[in-house]
């Protein structure tokens, strides 16, 4: 096997959560018992038993949901991990199935309006948000496409309430074909006493998030070889016509918000002197997801693992200083909305950052058939 040397390496170092996705999702080469046997291994780590800790009478995960700077040093609220978007990446990155308890049972809270409707009332600003978490679903700006997001993410993509949201998720991406810049859909600001008047978008209008990436790449029902080819078309033109100085602003009402992640600047591929940027690894990720080696970044970034695994198996970076070491391994402690979450249970030595990157190496190239 090409990858015999990465496998290898994972097997004699990696941590329990990366040896059960090794081997039930890319390898497939355990029977039922030994199956069972690793994943009550991930049961037991720490964060996953930190998010059952905190799972309500109700099912819903913790308080909120892109929300842990609301309420982040309160003595009751101990870790990002009671934010229910972040417990539910937890879930997601740790691979536990849609039909156990804990997800069939968030999933359901997630569609339950009076008990959305009480998790959102706990200040001012979160009433606002529920009130209107159905406005802005074309460009990430609202409450639902999280709620939508986070479903797809926990294994109801292709469930029969997310359809529509997927319908909109691949809208977004195909409304890019008709532009040649940013500004060609946005509108300026005048007249505001504010010193940053970006430029801005109103609520209908379509443009792609990472919101909407992910949940296309965590459902199948919008997928076929026509609809795939369009998507990666899409973003390659995407690619080419944002600038790095790009900012963007959804109105809602009299109100200017940041959309959740809005792809208003280009996509980079992977490479192992960086620079890393922390949400790189999750975009990539899912836009392998979608559009395979059709979409230029995600080929040049299988060539770069492809070379960077060449001699020992091991996915490396170079950081060019402690700090730039510290602050990313501080980026894969929690799965925050913006990173790849770290699936090693600390990153004492370097050897658990390895492991983390040539478990993404593998699963990249797994995802694009290149490993075998």
Known sequence: MPLSKSIDFLNENAGDVIKYRLHTEILQDVNKTEQDSLFEKVLQTPNYKLVESYVKPNGYIGRGMHSWDNWAGEVLHETPLQD????????????????????????????????????????????????????????????????????????????????????????????????????????????????????????????????????????????????????????????????????????????????????????????????YHTAQRKYLTCLAKVGGSNIDVVKQTAENILEALDKDGILKVKFESPYQKKCFKQGMLYPTPYAEVGLEPAYKNDTRIWCDLTFWAVQFLHILGLDQ
């Open 84 to 275: 229910g978007e972040t417990a539910a990446r937890l879930l997601a990155n740790y691979a536990i199935p849609k039909d156990s308890k804990i997800v069939r049972n968030f999933v359901e809270a997630l569609n339950n309006d009076e008990i959305l409707q009480k998790e959102f009332s706990y200040i001012p600003p979160e009433i606002v948000r529920y009130r209107d978490r159905n406005v802005a679903l074309r460009n990430g700006g609202s409450l639902s496409v999280l709620l939508y997001t986070m479903q797809a993410l926990l294994g109801y993509g292709d469930d029969e309430r997310i359809i529509p949201f997927v319908d909109i998720s691949y809208k977004a991406f195909e409304s890019v074909l008709d532009i040649n810049a940013l500004s060609d859909i946005t509108e300026t600001r005048n007249g505001s006493k504010q010193k940053y008047k970006y430029p801005y978008i109103q609520p209908v209008v379509y443009f792609p998030c990472q919101y909407h990436l992910e949940t296309l790449a965590n459902s199948t029902v919008w997928k076929n070889k026509e609809s795939s080819e369009k998507l990666s078309k899409a973003i390659n033109h995407l690619n080419r016509i944002m600038r790095d100085d790009n900012e963007l602003q959804v109105k809602v009402g009299s109100k200017y918000y940041v959309p959740l992640w809005a792809y208003v600047r280009p996509f980079r591929s992977f490479e192992v002197s960086g620079p």
